[in-house]
């Protein structure tokens, strides 16, 4: 998948860098534990078959792997530095596997229980999203929940005036209702929408999730929570 500014050799080269710079002296910290407990809540069980796209070196792989005991991990990255330091890590364990793509030629024989995207939606190009969205709801199984986390698009854009030099090389501020309109195309309901601060008090991330409409008991109209962000975007000052 290639944007019109960006291509996507551009992209590979800034992750294979940043895989090697940033990600191996990071680790874990409390955003992958704040992901995986809401996946936990989300109904994650240790038998599940889990799709991670964006997996990087594989930080949240691993507390995954720790998790999904008797389950399955096939993690995506496109970054082939990334998959390689990813594929060293897990070499020893035969229920994780990994691949190197951008998602727009994926394949698999059978659907995911829960498919995660954590923090790397907004790292793709928003126009390969509609293509991006009609593969996950393909290969989400029928009781299944895509659950994605993103920086608050009200944070992000924050970020994007005070601090642009820590922003990498696509870092898009995202609309939850273009998710909802790509996602309904694909007879996909939003199931939960959670903003929440980690570091400070206010939203710094957005945890959602989608499941298809046959399988979604606890719909919530998007008025209702449009009407959340326009508060908070007024309390700040950017309406």
């Not at 240790?46 to 070196?57: A, F, N, Q, T």
């Not at 890590?89 to 498919?115: C, H, Q, W």
């Not at 007879?187 to 929440?196: K, T």
Request: some cysteine; hydrophobic content about 40%.
């Amino acid at each position: 998948m290639a944007g019109h500014t960006t291509t996507t050799a551009q992209i590979k080269e800034f992750y294979d860098g940043h895989a090697k710079e940033i990600q191996q002296h990071v680790g874990v910290n409390i955003r992958h534990r704040s992901i995986m407990q809401r996946l936990r809540r989300a109904g994650l069980r240790k038998d599940h078959r889990v799709l991670e796209v964006g997996c990087g070196i594989g930080t949240l792989t691993s507390l995954l792997a720790k998790y999904v005991s008797f389950g399955t991990i096939h993690a995506v990255d496109i970054s082939e530095g990334a998959v390689r330091i990813a594929q060293e890590r897990f070499k020893a364990n035969g229920r994780v596997s990994l691949e190197v793509s951008d998602m727009s030629d994926f394949t698999a024989d059978k659907p995911f229980d829960r498919i995660v995207l954590p923090d790397v939606l907004e790292h793709i190009p928003e126009e390969q999203h509609a293509q991006l969205f009609e593969i996950l709801a393909k290969y989400l199984a029928p009781d299944g929940t895509i659950c994605i986390h993103i920086p608050d698009p009200v944070f992000l854009d924050q970020v994007r005036r005070e601090r642009p030099e820590i922003l990498q090389i696509i870092d898009q501020s995202l609309s939850i209702q273009a998710m909802v309109e790509r996602f309904a195309v694909h007879n996909m309901v939003l199931h939960r929408y959670e903003r929440y601060g980690l570091w400070i008090k206010e939203p710094e991330y957005d945890w959602v999730e989608f499941r298809h409409s046959a399988g979604s008991t606890t719909r919530t109209p998007w008025s209702k929570l449009k009407t959340k962000v326009d508060e908070w975007r007024y309390k700040i000052g950017t309406v």
